[in-house]
Nanobody, 116 residues
Framework: QVQLVESGGGLVQAGGSLRLSCAAS????????MGWYRQAPGKQRDLVAV???????NYAGSVKGRFTISRDNAKNTVYLQMNSLKPEDTAVYYC??????????WGKGTLVTVSS
């Protein structure tokens, strides 16, 4: 099993910044993709950004240019730097990890609230 623990959520004004962190522990052998999804109230869970162990990234169009995902493989940690936050970024942000064999894991989520 893999445990994912998020931190860094909170309340911020529009235009502000937050940095989320997610540390993976447990049986992290062959974890390839790590990243972030988010779920706003009443909506489905959507991709925010993911990064492979080799550093390839993929972003949702709505966050490109504002959010930056990075990863420290030695610490088994993935980060999400969120700048120029908007009220529509308000959501629970979930950390995600996926093995090469397709098995996936989720964190419990951290709430990000952006006030207007």
């Amino acid at each position: 099993q893999v445990q994912l623990v998020e931190s860094g959520g909170g309340l911020v004004q529009a235009g502000g910044s937050l940095r989320l962190s997610c540390a993976a522990s447990g049986n992290i052998f062959l974890i390839n993709v790590m990243g972030w999804y988010r779920q706003a109230p009443g909506k489905q869970r959507d991709l925010v950004a993911v990064i492979t162990s080799g550093g390839t990234t993929n972003y949702a169009g709505s966050v490109k240019g504002r959010f930056t995902i990075s990863r420290d493989n030695a610490k088994n940690t993935v980060y999400l730097q969120m700048n120029s936050l908007k009220p529509e970024d308000t959501a629970v942000y979930y950390c995600y990890a996926e093995r090469l064999n397709g098995a996936d894991y989720w964190g419990k989520g951290t709430l990000v609230t952006v006030s207007s």
